[in-house]
């Protein structure tokens, strides 16, 4: 159900749940301040609870009032990209951030979404924890029609159209005195490094292999179907009479079925696209697609190559 801004801001405000656009993917909103609201959203979303929220702000000066400390370069950083597709994990004090919110963590994940209605709502309350706006493990929703097959018809959302970016924020935090990148996302390695004057490492786990963002260690962004992952160039179909999600400038001779993501000439119509082409797999009801994964190693290329691993189970 389509609701506007007032409506959301008093649903918000009255301790509902709402799923919200922003640039990246939609998002299955709450107050902070509201914890049956935010305990609702992990049960809608079958979320584990080791699995903590991010907290969205209207800008800098919001976080900077909350975080107790934060590191060399997040003001720069937070400068150029908020707001935008860019998560930090920043300490926090206890007392401020609900124990629910942050999974028990003495960090809290902090992003200014850049969509300019989701911007109106946050003027009006903030902050907002919102995890991606799908059921845990599948495929993040990106327009309004995904949510109204997930959620249902009477859930209310605040329909902003189609996400611009289709992927979520990439997630970063300080290890060591450095940047490090927690989860891939929108932002590019190469782009963080303009700022920061070196390339950001991945870094997913700990010294003693804990993981640093606990997302990480569960099923994401899984279609039904099965993928299977090829990463050599397709001449003909692998197998006849299956399916290929794939590109549309390449040819899939042979193959029965053809769910095309976009150009490979252009990846950002590829991200815009790739959750819309997991779930239409979904829409048709196929057992196993082969994924044309012989993509490039660099850039958004490598966000979408590690949301297809993860999609197929690899990681
Ligand atoms: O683009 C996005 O980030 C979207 C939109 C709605 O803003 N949100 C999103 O939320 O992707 P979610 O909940 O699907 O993913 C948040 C990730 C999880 O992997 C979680 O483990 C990690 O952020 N996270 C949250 N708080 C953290 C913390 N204190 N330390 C490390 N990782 C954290
Ligand atoms: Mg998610």
């Avoid at 400390?69 to 937070?78: D, R």
């Avoid at 303009?194 to 786990?205: F, K, N, Q, R």
């Avoid at 992952?229 to 006849?240: G, M, N, V």
Wanted: charged share 20%; aromatic share 6%.
């Amino acid at each position: 159900m389509r609701i506007l801004l007032d409506e959301a801001a008093f649903r918000l405000r009255h301790g509902e749940v709402v799923a919200i656009p922003t640039e990246t993917v939609y998002g299955l909103a709450a107050s902070i301040a509201q914890p049956r609201a935010v305990s609702a959203i992990f049960e809608l979303k079958g979320r584990p609870r080791a699995n903590p929220l991010i907290a969205h702000v209207l800008d800098a000066r919001e976080c900077l009032e909350i975080a107790s400390s934060v590191p060399v370069g997040f003001e720069e950083l937070a400068q150029r990209f908020w707001p935008g597709p860019l998560t930090f994990v920043l300490p926090v004090e206890a007392s401020l951030i609900p124990e629910e919110v942050r999974a028990g963590l003495p960090t809290c994940a902090f992003r200014s979404p850049a969509h300019p209605l989701t911007q109106a709502l946050l003027a009006r309350i903030s902050p907002l924890v919102a995890p991606s706006a799908n059921p845990s493990g599948r495929p993040s929703a990106t327009r309004y029609e995904h949510i109204e097959s997930d959620f249902g018809r009477d859930f209310p959302v605040l329909d902003g159209g189609p996400c611009l970016l289709g992927l979520e924020s990439t997630i970063i935090g300080v290890l060591d005195d450095r940047w490090h990148v927690l989860r891939q996302g929108a932002v590019t390695q190469e782009v963080l490094a303009d700022i920061l004057g070196y390339l950001p490492e991945i870094c997913v786990s700990d010294s003693h292999r804990q993981p640093i963002c606990p997302g990480q260690l569960f099923e994401h962004y899984a279609p039904k179907a099965r993928l299977i992952l090829s990463t050599t160039p397709f001449l003909h179909c692998p197998e006849r009479q299956s399916a290929v999600l794939g590109f549309s400038d390449r040819m899939y001779e042979g193959a029965e079925q053809v769910v095309l993501l976009g150009a490979i000439s252009r990846p950002q119509e590829v991200a815009a696209r790739l959750y819309d082409g997991l779930r239409e797999l979904d829409a048709i009801g196929l057992d196993v697609v082969w994924v044309d994964a012989n993509i490039p190693n660099e850039g958004l290329w490598r966000t979408i190559g590690e949301r297809l691993r993860r999609a197929a189970g690899l990681m």
